[in-house]
């Protein structure tokens, strides 16, 4: 499997861009769920973990999933050099890791989906990972025209929250509702600053 990330994994927490949206989904995500503390969380499509290590210093336990080597390689390096025992790096797909069934209290992904082609499956195995009654909140872009990720080709361009809360209803979530939640600003293919907008989800295994 060709790595995506793996010219993009060294420099990639050098973009204040991206350490911006990862603390406004980890501040957005606590009052939702509460504290941390004692918690067991699962990061999905952790990239160098800047969302999944801010939970680290309360969580009972982290595990950040990915299937980048690149972003695993910065990440593993990340996680030594801040001596944290309770952090584990998962590589590989869902389906291919050994993840203990309803073992996680809370499920977290930024901006990971909309580089999942078949999202029924994906949250299928999500569901499966967490407690009962765990909580699931994600967060990526509002479907956009395809310039966010200029000439790059991926499987959504954005989504319309509306359509995906269905697709977790349909995988036995409920939800408890989206918002919009942040705005990414950033040079499109020509050089112009362009907005695009974030939401935020927010479920619940049934």
């Known amino acids: 499997m060709t790595d995506y990330f793996a010219e993009k994994a060294a420099a990639w927490d050098d973009n204040p861009v ?29 990239g160098t973990g ?12 982290v595990d950040l999933v990915d299937t980048s080597p690149a ?3 910065v990440l593993r390096g990340k996680i ?20 203990p069934e309803s073992s996680f209290d809370l499920v977290v992904s930024l901006n990971a989906l909309h580089h999942i082609t078949d999202i029924p499956t994906v949250l ?17 872009l509002m479907a956009e025209d395809g310039s966010f990720h200029g000439a790059e080709t991926v499987p959504h361009n954005g989504f319309d929250p509306a359509a995906l809360s269905g697709q977790f ?5 409920e939800v408890l509702g989206t918002c919009q939640h942040h705005t ?23």
Not at 50 to 61: I, M, Q, T, V
Not at 169 to 173: K, M, N, P, R, S
Not at 192 to 199: E, G, M, S, V, W
């Open 18 to 46: 991206r350490v911006a949206v990862a603390r406004a989904f980890h501040k957005a995500v606590l009052p939702l769920v509460g504290p941390a503390a004692n918690r067991s969380v699962l990061d999905f499509g952790c």
């Open 50 to 61: 800047l969302l999944g290590l801010l939970f680290a210093e309360d969580a009972r336990s």
């Open 71 to 73: 972003m695993a390689k």
């Open 80 to 99: 030594a050099a801040q001596g944290l025992a309770n952090v584990a790096v998962r590589l590989g797909e869902l389906s291919e890791l050994a993840l």
């Open 124 to 140: 299928t195995q999500l569901r499966r990972l967490g407690s009962p009654g765990g909580h699931f909140v994600v967060a990526d």
């Open 169 to 173: 209803q349909a995988a036995g979530f």
């Open 184 to 206: 990414i600003r950033k040079p499109d293919a020509s050089g112009a600053l362009r907005d695009y907008p974030q939401f935020l989800l927010h479920a619940r295994k049934l």
